[in-house]
C-alpha cells in the first residue's frame, strides 16, 4: 500500500473511533485509543520529512474537521452558517493545542511534547469554555458522558480530568507501542507498562469505589414528602410555537402540570421560552399569559413555577445600556402639523427564567452562557462589521442581553433551585457556580427541538449527567419536545421522556447540602495546565538557545561557504 495513503486512513480512523465513543453510543472506552492512530501519523511524518510541520497540521485539521462533522453535524438543523462556523472554526482551534505539541516534541524533546499536547489541550478546553466564541461541545472529558460509574471521580476534578485521563493512557499505549521492537529496553518497557496499567485501572477503581460509597450515603437519605412535576408540551419550534396563539399553548402546558400536581408539589417546572410573549420586565404581570399562570398557582398555593419567557428591558438612554443593546425608532406622539414624532427607544432582549409562586412574587434570571453567532455575536464592540453575518446565521448583533453571573432560586426554606438554561448545562464550572452559591437541586430548561429527532438532544442529555456528577445534585431536566429526565447525583437517569412525547414526569427528589471539590474550586486543572504550558513554551526557548551556543560558529554559517 502506498504509504501516504496508509497515513491518511490512520488520520481517519481516529475520527471514525471518536464518533463511535461519543455520546450517545455506549462505546465510551475506545476514547482511551482513539486518538493513537493520528499520533502514530505524527510520529511517522516527523520521522519522514525533514520539515514536517504543514504536513502534521493538514492530517491534524482533517481529523478534526471530520470529528466535528460526525459528532456535530446536527447543528444545520438549527441554523446552516452556524453549522458551517462551528465546525470549521472548531477544526482550526484544535490545531493549536496540536501545532504546540508538535514544536514541543521538536524543540525539547518526545516526552515533552507528550506533557505538551496533555496540558496544552485543557489550557485548550480552559480558554473554550471562558471566551465569547465558546463552543466546548466536543471537550474530550465530555465524551464519557454516557458511562457515568466510570467518571464518578469527576466530582473532584471535572470534565477536564477525564480529558487529562484520556490522553494520558492514549499516550501510554502508544509509547508501548514504539518500544515494542526494543528488545534492549526491557526494563524501561516493564516501567512503562507497570505505568500503564496504573494509569489505566486506577481511575476506573477509584471510580468504582466512590460509585459505592455515594450510593450508600444516598440509600440513607430519608425519603422526602415533596415532589416535583416537569413539564415535556412537544410544541413544535420553528412554526407551531410562533404560530399557535400563546393562550393556547398556556393551556397546554396548565393542563399538563395539573395532571400530576397534587399537595405535595413544590415545583413545577416548564422548558425553555414556555412563555413567547415578550414581556416587558417592568410590567410583567400586566401580560395575560403571567395572569393565567398566577391564577392556576393560586389553587396551589405551596407549589411555585419555574418556567422560560422571554423577557426585555428598556433603558432610559444610550450610556445607561449594555454592549448588547437594540435601538429602534419609535413614535412618540405627533407634531402640531399632524404627522407623526419619532423617538429612539434603546432595549435588551434576554432569554430568561422566571419563578412565580401563588403570592404573585417573582423573580428573574437571564441566560447568561449564550449560543455564539444565534444569540449573540462573540466580542460586538470590536466585530460590529459583522451584524449581517450574525443575521444569517440565525441572530444579530445585541440580539440577547444577559447577566454576569449565576443566580439561585428560593422555591422554600429548604429548597434552592439553580435555574440553568439550555446551552449553560454544558458548562461545568458555571454550573456548580450556582450549587457554590447555595443551590442544593439542578433545574435545566432547554428546547432541543431546534435539532429534530438526532444525536444532538441525546448528547445535551448525557451532559447533563456529568453536571450531576461534579455537583452531586439531583436534576431535573425539562425539554420542550424531549429529552425531559430525573437524574440522580451519580448521574444516573431515573426516569425520562422520550423526542416528541408531550407528557410530565412527576418525581420525588432529594436536596444536596455539601459542596464537592469541583463545586469549591471548578476548573482548577486547566488553569494549572495552562501555567504549565506557558513554562514548557519559555523552556522551548532557552532549550532552543543553548543548542544555537553549543553549534560550532562555522556550522552556523551560510550553506555555500561551508
Known amino acids: ?52 510541520r504543514k504536513r502534521v497540521l493538514l492530517h491534524g485539521f482533517i481529523a478534526f474537521l471530520v470529528w466535528n462533522i460526525l459528532c456535530t453535524w446536527w447543528i444545520w438543523y438549527a441554523s446552516e452558517g452556524g453549522a458551517i462556523a462551528a465546525i470549521i472554526l472548531n477544526s482550526l482551534l484544535m490545531l493549536i493545542p496540536w501545532s504546540f505539541f508538535h514544536y514541543i516534541k521538536r524543540k525539547i524533546s518526545r516526552p515533552a511534547g507528550y506533557m505538551a499536547l496533555i496540558l496544552g489541550w485543557m489550557a485548550f478546553e480552559l480558554f473554550h469554555l471562558n471566551w465569547q466564541g465558546t463552543w466546548p461541545w466536543l471537550n474530550i472529558g465530555n465524551s464519557l458522558a454516557a458511562l ?88 413544535e419550534p420553528y412554526e407551531e410555537k410562533f404560530s399557535q396563539p400563546v393562550e393556547d399553548q398556556m393551556k397546554k402546558m396548565i393542563a399538563l402540570s395539573d395532571s400530576g400536581a397534587d399537595a405535595q408539589t413544590k415545583m413545577i417546572i416548564w422548558p425553555e421560552t414556555s412563555i413567547v410573549q415578550d414581556m416587558d420586565e417592568e410590567h410583567i404581570p400586566t401580560y395575560n399569559s403571567y395572569r393565567m399562570l398566577s391564577t392556576y398557582l393560586k389553587r396551589h398555593p405551596d407549589m411555585v413555577c419555574i418556567s422560560g419567557i422571554n423577557s426585555f ?9 449594555s454592549e448588547t443593546v437594540r435601538i429602534d425608532s419609535v413614535q412618540t406622539g405627533n407634531k402640531p402639523d399632524g404627522n407623526p414624532l419619532f423617538g429612539v427607544k434603546y432595549y435588551d432582549l434576554f432569554n430568561t427564567a422566571m ?22 455575536m ?77 444525536d444532538g438532544h441525546r448528547q445535551h442529555l448525557d451532559y447533563a449527567r456529568l453536571r450531576a456528577i461534579e455537583t452531586r445534585c439531583m436534576v431535573l431536566r425539562s425539554a420542550n419536545t424531549g429529552i425531559s429526565a430525573v437524574i440522580n447525583p451519580l448521574g444516573e437517569v431515573l426516569k425520562r421522556r422520550d423526542w416528541d412525547q408531550a407528557t410530565i414526569i412527576k418525581t420525588p427528589f432529594i436536596l444536596n447540602n455539601r459542596k464537592t471539590i469541583y463545586v469549591q474550586f471548578g476548573d482548577y486543572l ?18 532552543k538557545k543553548k543548542r544555537s551556543e553549543a553549534i560550532p560558529e562555522t556550522v552556523l554559517q551560510p550553506e555555500e561557504n561551508i
Open 355 to 376: 419563578i412565580l409562586n401563588a403570592r404573585d412574587s417573582f423573580g428573574l434570571y437571564h441566560k447568561s452562557r449564550l449560543v455564539p453567532g444565534v444569540e449573540k
Open 148 to 235: 457515568p460509574w466510570l467518571v464518578q471521580w469527576y466530582e473532584i476534578t471535572g470534565t477536564m480530568g477525564g480529558t487529562f485521563w484520556i490522553l494520558s493512557v492514549n499516550i501510554l499505549i502508544f509509547d508501548a507501542f514504539l518500544l515494542r521492537s526494543e528488545r534492549h529496553l526491557t526494563r524501561r518497557k516493564e516501567n512503562r507498562v507497570s505505568l500503564l496499567v496504573v494509569a489505566l485501572l486506577g481511575p476506573i477503581a477509584g471510580s468504582l469505589l466512590m460509585y459505592a460509597g455515594t450510593h450508600a450515603r444516598l440509600s440513607h437519605v430519608p425519603p422526602q414528602k415533596f415532589n416535583a412535576v416537569i413539564v415535556q408540551p412537544n410544541i
Open 526 to 543: 486547566g488553569r494549572i495546565a495552562a501555567g504549565l504550558c506557558l513554562l514548557l513554551w519559555i523552556w522551548s526557548f532557552i532549550k
Open 1 to 52: 500500500m502506498n504509504r501516504s495513503l496508509k497515513l491518511w486512513i490512520y488520520t481517519l480512523l481516529t475520527p471514525l473511533l471518536l464518533w463511535l465513543a461519543w455520546s450517545p453510543r455506549p462505546f465510551g472506552i475506545l476514547m482511551l485509543v482513539a486518538f493513537i492512530p493520528l499520533l502514530y501519523v505524527e510520529d511517522k511524518i516527523s520521522r519522514r520529512y525533514a520539515h514536517p
Open 313 to 321: 428591558a428598556i433603558y432610559p438612554s444610550l450610556e445607561k445600556a
Open 378 to 454: 462573540p466580542y460586538p464592540k470590536a466585530l460590529g462589521f459583522l451584524k449581517y453575518l450574525a443575521i444569517d446565521m440565525g441572530g444579530s448583533l445585541g440580539s440577547v442581553g444577559s447577566q454576569a453571573e449565576s443566580e439561585v432560586f428560593d422555591v422554600s426554606d429548604s429548597i434552592r433551585a439553580a435555574p440553568v438554561i439550555c446551552y449553560e448545562s454544558i458548562f461545568g464550572e458555571y454550573v456548580a457556580s450556582f450549587v457554590d452559591r447555595g443551590a442544593n437541586i439542578i433545574t435545566i430548561i432547554t428546547n432541543d427541538g431546534w435539532w429534530k429527532n438526532t
